[in-house]
């Protein structure tokens, strides 16, 4: 079974440009989340998607946003791009198995991006 | 109440010693207490979870131990080897339920663990 995969696995932009990163989650999982990780800190909770729905999202500003979409792939659209914005970019999936129940997330490797 | 609380920020272990890493958190309505293993420039990838009902899983040479009363868990690795150097975060969460709004895995900050040859 493949696992998550994130692309472009790297990317480089200048200050004020626009990035676009991609998720494609595990076969059958329909939520996706999105983790920012700065060099050397830890997880900061970005966005999360399910069944084509943003259901929750962290305190970032409204320059990131992204959408899901049919197949559940997913993508990060970050806009007018700042210095400090260069991270890691992490896409998370789980299978939600309805009523109430435990989320285990599974991760791809990352988008590093880079903003000059 | 939604923090994670994780110690030590780094840690280096002799091979062959026990690594042990703490968490703490406050929110009582947790259940699923899940640990990740970081290695540089990868996505994490869940090593072990434990659930409140049980004091202590264990898989191969990692084990979590549980406290409920303390609102505590840990990791701890035996035989610590080169390999296992990499950067743990400890989670957790409740229960996600169907239409959830605002559901959210809560991560400690990390350790750095190094395993010295």
């Known amino acids: 079974e493949a696992g998550v995969t994130q692309s472009p696995t790297h990317l480089i932009k200048t200050r004020g440009q626009q990035a676009t990163l991609r998720c494609s989650p595990i076969?059958?999982?329909?939520?996706v989340y999105w983790y920012q990780q700065a060099l050397g800190l830890g997880l900061q909770f970005l966005l999360w998607?399910?069944?084509?729905?943003?259901?929750n999202r962290g305190n970032f500003p409204p320059r990131f946003s992204g959408r899901q979409f049919p197949n559940y792939s997913s993508e990060l659209n970050v806009n007018a791009l700042e210095l400090e914005d260069s991270a890691l970019y992490l896409c998370?999936?789980?299978?939600?198995?309805?009523?109430?129940?435990?989320?285990?997330?599974?991760f791809g490797p990352g988008t590093r991006l880079t903003v000059l | 109440q939604q923090q994670v609380k994780q110690s030590p920020q780094s840690l280096i272990v002799q091979k062959g010693g026990i690594s042990i890493i703490n968490c703490a958190y406050e929110?009582?309505?947790?259940?699923?207490f899940p640990w990740y293993q970081q290695f540089p420039g990868k996505g994490p990838a869940l090593l072990i979870a434990?659930?409140?009902d049980v004091s202590e899983k264990k898989e191969g040479r990692f084990t979590i131990s549980f406290n409920k009363s303390a609102k505590q868990f840990s990791l701890h690795i035996m035989d610590s080897q080169p390999g296992d150097s990499a950067t743990y975060f400890c989670?957790?969460?409740?229960?996600?339920?169907?239409?959830?709004?605002?559901?959210?895995?809560?991560w400690g900050a990390g350790t750095k663990l190094i395993i010295k040859p």
């Open positions: 989670a957790a969460s409740r229960r996600r339920n169907s239409g959830d709004s605002n559901y959210q895995l809560i």
């Open positions: 929110n009582t309505a947790f259940d699923y």
């Open positions: 434990i659930r409140p």
């Open positions: 076969s059958g999982h329909t939520s």
């Open positions: 998607y399910d069944e084509g729905e943003e259901r």
């Open positions: 998370a999936s789980s299978l939600f198995m309805g009523g109430s129940s435990t989320d285990t997330q599974y």
